[in-house]
């Protein structure tokens, strides 16, 4: 299981940030040199479940998903998986989470298959095991027929199976995802949402962030809004339509979202 509990970031501003904002609207987050990308963020999600991560643009799903990685370091709260504080461990973190950002990059001269099995050495994995976990992923994300394509020549879906793979190659004990399915197609996006599912199956807690709220509906046991660098909602599927006074999502959404500016 994972729980993030008072989970804090601030970034200096930059000249130009502070250009952008003063042209931009005044930000709530901004204050003196600072930009509070993440104020108070919380939620948990144990075996089995799977979490959908949601706000408007900027709201700090991505600053909060690279602190779960370990890429970015809090400045207050704590990280736990399965027992072990990440903010203090970072190491054992890396080895504990499978991350799935959107800039994650594949090595373009390897081809799909080289990339996953690379990261699989990198994670110590060898012989019988590292192949029978390969061609465990490559079925499961639909891989076989570009598996020996350099990375450089695959189109966005491909690129993106490969990364998942490569994310999760070490059996992570939690996976997190950043928009895994943007900019996928139809057929892509389907392939994706079945591996959540079989992660799901297999008892993997996973964390997504998704601007798709019908991928919430399809896959998640429960959602935590962010707004402005804070938690506004946590809880379950249910309990989101119950606050959010509707059965529609969308609009549960954006009404959680109007109570909570004009609080
Ligand atoms: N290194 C940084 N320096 C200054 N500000 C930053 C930095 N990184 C992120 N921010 C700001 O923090 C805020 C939160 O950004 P973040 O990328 O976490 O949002 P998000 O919820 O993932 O948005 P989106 O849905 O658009 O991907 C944004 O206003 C962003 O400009």
Do not use: W
Request: aromatic share 6%; net charge neutral.
């Amino acid at each position: 299981m994972i729980s993030v509990n008072g989970l804090k970031k601030k970034f200096k501003l930059t000249k130009d940030h502070k250009k952008g904002i003063a042209e931009a609207q005044q930000d709530p987050r901004e204050e003196k040199d600072y930009f509070h990308s993440v104020r108070d963020v919380h939620f948990h999600c144990e075996q089995g479940e799977v979490l959908g991560l949601l706000g408007p643009n900027g709201a700090g799903k991505t600053t909060t998903l690279r602190m779960l990685s370990t890429a970015l370091k809090p400045d207050e709260g704590s990280i736990e998986v399965g027992g072990v504080d990440l903010v203090k461990k970072p190491l054992a973190g890396r080895k504990a989470i499978g991350f799935l950002s959107g800039s994650t990059g594949l090595y373009g001269r390897l081809t799909a298959k080289e990339n996953v099995e690379y990261f699989a050495k990198l994670h110590g994995m060898k012989g019988a095991e590292l192949k029978q976990r390969c061609d465990e992923l490559f079925t499961l994300l639909d891989m076989h027929s570009f598996l020996d394509k350099r990375a450089d020549n695959l189109s966005t879906g491909m690129k993106q199976k490969t990364n998942i793979a490569r994310a999760v190659v070490h059996r992570p004990k939690v996976v997190i995802l950043d928009e895994p399915t943007t900019g996928l197609d139809i057929m892509t996006t389907q392939t994706v949402i079945n591996f959540i599912k079989s992660l799901k199956e297999q008892g993997t807690p996973v964390v997504f962030s998704t601007h798709h709220l019908d991928e919430v509906a399809l896959l998640c046991d429960r959602v935590s809004v962010i707004d402005q660098g804070l938690t506004c909602f946590d809880g379950t599927l249910d309990a989101f339509k119950q606050q959010g006074r509707s059965e529609e999502l969308n609009q549960a959404f954006m009404n959680i979202l109007e109570e909570h500016r004009h609080v």
